[in-house]
């Protein structure tokens, strides 16, 4: 059986998990603490970062781009890149979005001052980042209203990578109820559509102990 190593709290181990589930491909998830710097995981990844996916055959896959376009080209239906070339230059275009700017701009930020400061203990907090992570989110989902409001989903009237690299960021920042839903109705629709997807669902259904989440982290209505 193929092995994905991850981390809880990774917005990419998370896409790659929630691709997984949409395609029904079987997977053993292994817990890895990127800040511990095992030297068996290295060996597989000496960048120390996660997800890193084990096939049977011992193919060692690592970065999120890299492994989700090997699903596609090896795994189950569905197509998530999309059928024509605008339209995977679109997902890829919004994929990146999400997965760096938004990352950068809104995740990496509360992760790093409420998980690994605050939750962890590695490092004294810094409340202004809390603070521009929170101004950065509106522009975010003002850009997903815009698009939902001319598209069935993020890069077309698809389901796509770009839906999941987005649900994926958010989710770990909507774990804190870091996101001012109420005052972005149509990018809370969009989102409940994800949330309402069994692959989600089960990416929802992550507990981290000590570590409390939103009361309607896992409620499809919210």
């Known amino acids: 059986m193929r092995h994905l190593y991850h981390y809880w709290f990774c917005p990419n181990s998370r896409k790659v998990r929630i691709s997984l589930l949409e395609k029904s491909m079987d997977c053993q998830l292994i817990l ?8 068996e995981f290295l060996t597989l990844n000496p960048s120390g970062s996660v997800p890193v996916l084990v096939e049977d055959d011992d193919l060692i896959l690592s970065g999120t781009s890299a492994i ?15 059928k024509t070339p605008t339209i995977r230059g679109e997902v890829r275009r919004l994929s990146e979005w999400f997965d760096s700017k938004f990352y950068n701009e809104v995740t990496n930020l509360i992760i790093n001052e409420k998980v690994m400061k605050g939750f962890l203990r590695r490092g004294n907090t810094q409340a202004t980042n809390i ?46 109820g870091d996101v001012p839903w109420n005052n972005f109705p149509l990018a809370k629709d969009w989102y409940a559509r994800i949330k309402s997807r069994p692959s989600m669902q089960l990416i929802l259904k992550d507990k981290i102990a000590g570590l409390t989440s939103a009361s309607y982290y896992r409620d499809p209505d919210f």
């Not at 890895?32 to 030297?39: D, Q």
């Not at 989700?68 to 998530?80: A, D, K, Q």
């Open 32 to 39: 890895e603490l990127p800040w511990k710097r095992r030297h």
């Open 68 to 82: 989700c376009e090997y699903l596609e080209e090896t795994g189950n239906l569905p197509n998530f890149l999309g």
């Open 131 to 176: 603070r521009i992570a929170g101004q950065n989110i509106k522009h975010h989902l003002k850009y997903i209203e815009y698009l939902t409001d001319r598209r069935n989903w993020l890069a077309g009237s698809e389901f796509s990578y770009a839906d999941i690299s987005a649900a994926a960021q958010i989710s770990c920042v909507d774990y804190f």
